[in-house]
């Protein structure tokens, strides 16, 4: 298995542009996260999903943030309009619910 | 609100001492706990997971243990390598939120040859 798939693995962007992530889990994951790490804040979760329904998404800082998980194997992270703040890295990871979750390499957001 | 934290922040130590890295964390109702390891610009590489029922586990050189009922595990790391020099991530999953996992901020680790 070729493990969790994120894209692009670097963004560079201006402020007010749109940015969208794509994170593709392990075959079989019945579960999807998406996280966010900044040296400020550590790692957060940011949102959840179980069997493609969003579970949890008390992380989303604002509503400028939007994930979806239209099937088993897609899911999007986007930021409309992205701000500086917004600048981290963003990591996906999946796992059958409550084993062992496994990460991607992560989306390293700059946002100038 | 579970919080998980992790002491020492850092570690620098010369290869092939024995270590002890410390997490902590505030609700004992867990349903497992893992241990990860993070590479400078790199994502998060799992290292051993210790199910709640489960006292310890190990990996090669690595041996986790998990104390349910005081909040705490231990990553004890043998014979350290220059290799084994990055940062080391505990997470816990609650049972009342299968899935979530709570991170601790890491020990960052440096083995010196």
């Known amino acids: 298995d070729a493990g969790v798939i994120q894209s692009p693995r670097h963004e560079v962007t201006e402020m007010g542009q749109e940015v969208t992530l794509r994170c593709k889990p392990i075959?079989?994951?019945?579960?999807l996260f998406w996280y966010r790490q900044t040296m400020m804040r550590g790692l957060e979760l940011l949102i959840y999903?179980?069997?493609?329904?969003?579970?949890?998404d008390s992380g989303m800082p604002e509503d400028r943030f939007s994930a979806k998980m239209p099937n088993a194997s897609f899911s999007t992270l986007k930021i409309q309009p992205s701000e500086p703040r917004d600048s981290a890295v963003y990591f996906c990871a999946s796992t059958s619910t409550g084993d062992e979750q496994f990460f991607g390499p992560g989306t390293r957001l700059t946002v100038l | 609100k579970q919080e998980v934290t992790q002491i020492p922040a850092a570690l620098s130590v010369p290869e092939g001492e024995n270590l002890v890295l410390n997490c902590s964390f505030t609700d004992s109702a867990i349903y497992n706990l893992q241990w990860f390891r993070q590479d400078p610009g790199k994502g998060l590489t799992s290292l051993l997971l210790?199910?709640?029922?489960?006292r310890e586990q190990t990996s090669g050189r690595l041996n986790a243990s998990l104390d349910k009922s005081s909040g705490r595990s231990t990553l004890y790391i043998a014979a350290s390598q220059p290799g084994d020099s990055a940062t080391y991530l505990c997470?816990?999953?609650?049972?009342?939120?299968?899935?979530?996992?709570?991170f601790g901020r890491g020990t960052q680790l440096t083995v010196w040859p």
């Open positions: 997470a816990v999953i609650r049972g009342s939120t299968l899935g979530r996992l709570y």
């Open positions: 075959s079989g994951h019945n579960s």
């Open positions: 210790i199910q709640s029922s489960q």
């Open positions: 999903f179980n069997n493609n329904v969003p579970i949890d």
